[in-house]
């Protein structure tokens, strides 16, 4: 075991050994293994988008199995996706690569103002996939963020009894803030440390904007002068948010974007000491042969074998 992976499981002193064993499955497997730095596969998005949306521009992608060969070709630390999609390969690639359970989706048939989760997947689920981890949505900021936060933490005392990892996906939507202050520093930085507070071992956010949400907040950040300027500042606060760097902080790669665009997104989470993207529509969303090779860009950056 490499000493960054020894060092980052000692933050979860809490946990019991199948749990540590879990979690060192998603930090040691794949091209960055041991390395201390993740690549995730998520694909939800044929859920919480729709199938068209989601598969029809790369066509392959309707098929589950397309997407643990993407991630097991790739060498991504894990592949994560909703009970279906993971039931349609978990035989067929059994112990070739961390499972992730979405154990909770929301779809875009009705558009909420403040929008919810339901329970789609159980910690008995994921024991019986093989997974690693279950993963669960919170939405801080929507009116029904409370019976989220209550759902999360029943769920990850089950996993955690029975070794599980949790990861959270905590996107800030709703009610309680504009469009902008979706992805605000202070917004985000929030719900990294919600996340944290709520048990997390891995935990996912969009990329921060310099935009500050929060009038009290933001009287602290210009008082204290917070860097946020850079979006490698940006990532550092945010990880400085979910108790001084000691969880592990993974950002969202978001709607496909130029190739440019993303491996600069990535040098900034490199350099502001994120600990790796969760990437999924700028990956599957290309035929195999260019996701591969943008996968390895990205690897390659964290690596530190690409510039």
């Known amino acids: 075991m490499s000493t960054i992976t020894r060092e980052i499981l000692s933050w979860y002193g809490s946990d019991n050994p199948g ?33 068209a949306r989601s598969f029809a521009i790369n066509p392959a992608g309707y098929d589950p ?10 060498g991504c630390n894990a592949y994560a996706a909703p009970l279906g999609f993971l039931e349609a390969g978990a035989r067929d690639f059994a112990g070739q690569i961390p499972l992730i359970l979405k154990a909770n989706n929301h779809d875009v048939l009705l558009e909420e103002k403040d929008p919810d989760q339901a329970v789609t997947g159980s910690v008995r689920d994921a024991i019986r996939l093989g997974c690693a981890a279950i993963g669960f949505t919170i939405y801080p900021g ?20 029975h070794g599980l990892a949790v990861v959270v996906w905590s996107y800030p939507r709703g009610s309680g803030l504009s469009k902008e202050g979706e992805t605000a520093i202070d917004v985000t ?41 850079s979006l490698a500042e940006r990532v550092r606060h945010v990880v ?14 978001g709607a496909a974007d130029t190739d440019e665009s993303v491996f600069e997104q990535v040098r900034a989470i490199r350099d502001g000491g994120g600990f790796g993207s969760i990437i999924g529509r700028n990956s599957f969303q ?22």
């Open 189 to 229: 930085a929030y719900a990294a440390q919600i996340a944290a507070q709520l048990g997390a071992h891995v935990i996912k956010v969009k990329l921060p904007t310099a935009h500050l949400e929060q009038a009290p907040a933001k009287k602290v950040y210009e008082k204290e002068k917070v860097p946020i300027g």
């Open 19 to 51: 749990t540590l064993t879990n979690l060192s499955r998603l930090l040691n497997h794949g091209r960055l293994g041991g390395t201390g730095k993740l690549v995730i596969l998520p694909v939800d998005q044929g859920f919480e988008h729709g199938p």
């Open 142 to 161: 929507s009116e029904h963020r409370l019976s989220m936060y209550n759902q999360l933490r029943e769920l990850a005392v089950e996993a955690k009894a």
């Open 240 to 253: 400085q948010s979910a108790f001084d760097g000691r969880r592990i902080v993974i950002f969202s790669g």
């Open 65 to 74: 199995r397309y997407h643990f060969e993407l991630a097991i070709e790739a």
């Open 286 to 307: 290309r035929k195999k042969p260019d996701a591969l090779k943008f996968l390895d860009t990205v690897m390659g950056i964290y690596a530190g074998t690409v510039k």
